[in-house]
């Protein structure tokens, strides 16, 4: 090993041979040592990583991941441009506010094309015809204020107008409003909305809607614990309707599921299996079965009843 002095900070001049020599002899020796020890400390490395590799356990290689395309955004819905324009309203039915509901639908979902009040009254007056519309462009056309209004305008539109009062009306027909043959699931749903109008409280229409419930439904909820709320006791009605409508289901395929026999045509001069009595009645057992399968309880035949049973004898036909 060669020890070499510490480098100079410059050259040595020209001149100087010797200093020069050394100098550039220990720069050699270094750079070639620190070569050396670089080399060795790769090779170090190498094994080391080779024994690790030797020592991690084998595991099969992983599926590439697939690439995930850049989604396309969905653009927005257009406004709602699919919305219907409301009928037109002429004042004849006497009831304008499904009219003026249908038209603050409009304001609401689209309120960029109505910024003002006045665009909004503009589009009432557009959909207007007989003498609501007559009315309208009277008061439209020398610049009314209460075209700049459009609560000004409805509820003069309804004082002119509106002939009924919904919450009389409403309450009238939920006292009269009864299940009847239809389904719970209809008969809620004018029930609901007869309800909207009535101004009642939840007690009174709690008790309505049992009110109107057929017998076999109020049967049904008898020995049950009623829901709390109405919205509660219509799911409960209508899941025991429904239920009770696929039971019925079953039991008319059953019916029909069951071979029908052909009636053998009788010999009236044949013994019955069950002879009749005099007094023209057949065993009770004998008896159930013919009533049950619509046959005559005196012959045991189909299509007339036991009165006028021409194998009877004269005198109990006279009699009945």
Request: charge should be neutral; charged fraction near 20%; aromatic fraction near 6%.
């Amino acid at each position: 090993q060669v020890s070499c002095l510490p480098l100079p900070s410059v050259l040595p001049p020209p001149g100087d041979t010797y200093p020069a020599l050394m100098w550039f002899t220990c720069v050699s020796l270094s750079a070639l040592r620190t070569e050396r020890q670089m080399a060795s400390f790769s090779e170090q490395m190498s094994q080391i990583a080779q024994q690790i590799q030797w020592l991690l356990p084998v595991s099969p290689p992983r599926n590439p991941v697939p690439a995930v395309a850049p989604s396309t955004p969905t653009p927005p819905p257009s406004g709602f441009a699919s919305l219907t324009p409301p009928e037109r309203f002429s004042g004849d039915s006497g009831d304008c506010h499904p009219f003026l509901t249908q038209c603050g639908l409009h304001f609401e979902l689209q309120p960029a094309r109505f910024p003002t009040d006045r665009a909004e009254v503009a589009f009432i007056i557009s959909r207007l015809s007989g003498r609501a519309e007559v009315w309208a462009t009277a008061e439209w056309a020398p610049h009314s204020t209460i075209c700049d209004s459009l609560q000004a305008f409805s509820n003069t539109l309804v004082q002119i107008f509106q002939q009924t009062r919904p919450g009389r009306e409403a309450a009238r027909s939920l006292m009269e409003l009864r299940q009847g043959g239809r389904r719970v699931a209809d008969y809620a749903i004018e029930f609901r909305t007869l309800a909207t109008d009535s101004e009642w409280n939840p007690v009174a229409l709690f008790d309505a809607f049992i009110h109107g419930l057929s017998e076999q439904l109020k049967d049904q909820l008898a020995p049950l614990e009623l829901p709390p709320t109405l919205e509660e006791l219509i799911a409960l009605t209508i899941k025991i309707d429904n239920r009770l409508f696929d039971r019925e289901m079953e039991r008319l395929r059953a019916t029909l599921a069951v071979p029908r026999q052909r009636a053998k045509p009788r010999d009236p001069t044949a013994t019955h299996l069950s002879s009749p009595s005099p007094t023209g009645t057949s065993p009770p057992v004998e008896r159930e079965r013919r009533m049950r399968l619509g046959e005559c309880l005196y012959c045991g035949q189909r299509g007339h009843l036991v009165r006028e049973c021409q194998l009877r004898p004269k005198r109990l036909r006279l009699r009945d």
